[in-house]
């Protein structure tokens, strides 16, 4: 669908995959494009240059903080879209844009609706990379460092005939005692409770 | 599959706070390390954000529920009259001191040649006043974000000489992690950034430690723990467990002991770990002092000694002073509106259920101690960091109960 206006669009975005993607489809509306591989300083530069009608940047962009700046140095900078928030309508389409880490500036003047759909199709090339994102925050080490936890606890409930929260409250304490992180405690725990326990645990093949 | 039994008996309340990588996120880190949470029945997921813009957007609308803030953004984030308010609410400080203003070796050296004695902060910042007029440019710096203590430090510092802003100087906001390819570059001269960022820039070799935050005002609030303040109305218990389990972590940073495996625990690659490594390609520097202490032995960044957690509503107010004398753009502001924001008496009462004692007034004159004192606690006196500010100036709150709101 052509959008009401032809919009001049810096792309940042480290994700080189996802910005060929966004840059299509923004390209595909009948937009001009320009893409930059961001440096410390390069930014200011570039949007005096270039100057932009928006910016779209990856949310996790250090660049931003410079970018938030601009427009309180010059009244033709980009300002942050978070800032129009004021309608409800936008604040849904703002809140999918931090959700899926699209951050947008816009100079004023430009109609609303040519900024949502822009931001719109932002959005969606940018979720379809979010499964990756979640499946790294979520990293297997806090996942194994919590099943040490719980396995120190329950030997401690029955090495001391307590309960869990006692059984919790042990073992935060003797971690804080010999100044180790709590799963590294929980670990040393289980080799020394089950190296005591009649039915030594069956040793996993590595 | 087998159901996973609850941590405890009672509800767990997940919560979602961010922090930006930097030593001073270390209360949040060990808290989750050293499950203290947990023992306040939290279970709470850590997102680390590369921005600040990132982190307060992400609060803004309802990602997280709170994180790891610079002392000025709850007032900024509450007050704002350039863009939506988000009311932030802080029941602590997580940190004081921790910053410093290191200057590329070419200003360095030159400033060094001018002969000026490199300890007096006006001194030097009158020196470079000149140098910026004799060669007929501004001296270029950076901070983190407009609304820092970075960014407040460096223009109290500067103005202390009577520099012009935008004639004698130019500060631009910089995020730490490029702040060393901005030096190198040659786009700034100096910038006033949190550790580890100037011991970074030091080792290599890239610049020189020319003060620290605390000569310019000693031992100021600098990160401070800030939720969304409905979130903090509807959770008033919870608030004052994280708290809890905050100021336990806290005690724990000031022990010295425990600087070698905090170092190790900020060193994984979740924490500040990955950041180093990709960034720098190191790991982030240490200290000999004190076996390998993460901690500048210039910068006397502390968590928990002297009241340091204590959120003064004379320090929120000096800090709003600031952010309006600097252009921020603030709402009409007064000791109601502060009080909203800062909240001692949160602080109180989660302390003293730890029996950790707080002094029993909310304010104090600024700028007034230039050695550590004692006040009256709920239990017994407290003792309370010195609090000087450049230049012998004095913050009477009261002398100046409503603050001139700046034209929006």
Request: aromatic share 6%; glycine share 6%.
């Amino acid at each position: 669908m052509q959008s009401s206006e032809s919009l001049r669009i810096l792309l940042i975005d480290n994700n080189p995959e996802r910005a060929s993607k966004v840059c299509a489809a923004l390209t595909h509306s009948g937009h001009e494009v320009i893409r930059q591989r961001p440096d410390a300083t390069g930014l200011t530069a570039a949007v005096a240059r270039d100057q932009p009608d928006m910016v779209i940047i990856d949310m996790d962009s250090p660049d931003r903080d410079t970018l938030e700046n601009m427009s309180t140095l010059n009244d033709h900078a980009p300002r942050p879209i978070v800032f129009s928030a004021d309608q409800p309508g936008d604040r849904a389409t703002i809140q999918a844009a931090v959700r899926a880490g699209v951050s947008a500036y816009v100079v004023d003047g430009i109609k609303p609706e040519s900024v949502r759909s822009i931001i719109d199709s932002a959005i969606a090339q940018f979720e379809s990379f979010q499964a990756l994102r979640t499946e790294l925050a979520e990293t297997r080490g806090a996942l194994e460092d919590r099943k040490y936890i719980e396995k120190a606890k329950g030997l401690i409930m029955k090495h001391e005939n307590c309960d869990e929260d006692s059984a919790f409250q042990m073992l935060r304490s003797a971690a804080m005692d010999h100044s180790e992180r709590l799963p590294d405690m929980a670990r040393r725990i289980i080799t020394l409770l089950e190296g005591q326990s009649a039915a030594p645990a069956v040793k996993k093949a590595s | 599959m087998a159901i996973p039994t609850p941590i405890r008996r009672h509800t767990v309340f997940h919560l979602r706070l961010g922090f930006v990588p930097l030593l001073d996120s270390a209360p949040l880190i060990m808290a989750q390390e050293m499950g203290l949470f947990e023992a306040e029945g939290l279970r709470v997921e850590l997102v680390r954000e590369s921005s600040w813009a990132s982190l307060r957007d992400k609060i803004s609308f309802g990602l997280l529920e709170g994180g790891h803030m610079l002392a000025p953004m709850p007032l900024s984030m509450s007050l704002a009259t350039d863009r939506p308010r988000v009311p932030v609410t802080t029941g602590m400080v997580l940190s004081r001191n921790g910053n410093g203003i290191t200057l590329g070796n070419d200003l360095f050296d030159r400033l060094v040649l001018s002969g000026v004695d490199l300890r007096q902060p006006i001194e030097t910042a009158r020196a470079l006043t000149r140098l910026a007029r004799k060669r007929q440019k501004p001296i270029q710096l950076a901070s983190v974000a407009p609304w820092s203590s970075h960014d407040l430090q460096l223009r109290d510092w500067l103005d202390s000489a009577g520099a012009v802003n935008g004639e004698d100087f130019h500060i631009i906001p910089v995020s730490p992690v490029q702040m060393m390819d901005a030096l190198r570059s040659g786009a700034i001269e100096g910038c006033c950034v949190g550790e580890p960022w100037n011991s970074v820039l030091e080792r290599r070799q890239l610049g020189h430690i020319l003060h620290s935050g605390h000569q310019i005002w000693q031992n100021a609030p600098e990160k401070v723990m800030g939720l969304r303040a409905d979130w903090a109305e509807q959770h008033q218990e919870m608030h004052r467990h994280l708290i809890r389990a905050l100021l336990a972590a806290c005690r724990w940073l000031d022990s010295p002991n425990n600087h070698a495996m905090l170092a190790r625990i900020l060193a994984r690659p979740e924490y500040l770990g990955e950041y180093f490594n990709r960034n720098i390609g190191e790991q982030f520097p240490l200290h000999p002092a004190g076996g390998n202490s993460p901690f500048h032995p210039r910068l006397h960044q502390h968590f928990f000694h002297n009241s340091a957690n204590f959120p003064w509503l004379s320090q929120a107010h000096w800090l709003a002073t600031r952010l309006i004398a600097h252009q921020q753009q603030l709402a009409h502001l007064d000791m109601p509106s502060i009080q909203r924001i800062f909240r001692p008496d949160i602080f109180r009462e989660a302390a003293g259920s730890l029996g950790i004692d707080a002094p029993v007034i909310d304010s104090k004159t600024e700028g007034q101690h230039p050695c550590a004192f004692t006040l009256n606690g709920q239990f017994g006196p407290v003792d309370v960091s010195s609090d000087s500010l450049l230049g012998e100036q004095l913050h009477d709150w009261q002398a100046s109960p409503t603050v001139p709101a700046n034209k929006a």
